[in-house]
């Protein structure tokens, strides 16, 4: 189901508590919700849409893939972004990114994973472990 998304900063900064497989319809709108702005949005975790549970969702290429609980376990190459966001809005805005990220998370099915991302993707990841944690660019 399509959420109606929280621009609320005070809301938005609280620190997402860890989820669980009832959760399952969390995620499950949240795709949803991202699906339903991918004109214009990339990414999304769950308080986006009201829910602080750690979620994220995010586009690599057309494949929406899920992570819960996703904790970044190394990284490397840090550089300058600039980044938008669709819970604020305004001009992108300027924020240190990592070029090659290795994130450890639970998957659709609540099976552990630990992947490599670089690029982009990890950009779009590192993003939205920053909004479960009540970070705002
Ligand atoms: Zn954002």
Redesign the pocket.
Known sequence: MVKELIHDPLFLSIKAKPASPVDIPVAQNLQDTLLAHRETCVGM?AN?IGVAKQIIAFLDGTVCTVMYNPVITARSKPYTAEEG????PGDPRKTMRWAKITVQFQDAQFRRQKKTYTGFTAQIIQ??ID?CNGI??
């Open positions: 975790a986006m966001c669709l819970s604020l993003h939205e909004h705002l660019i």
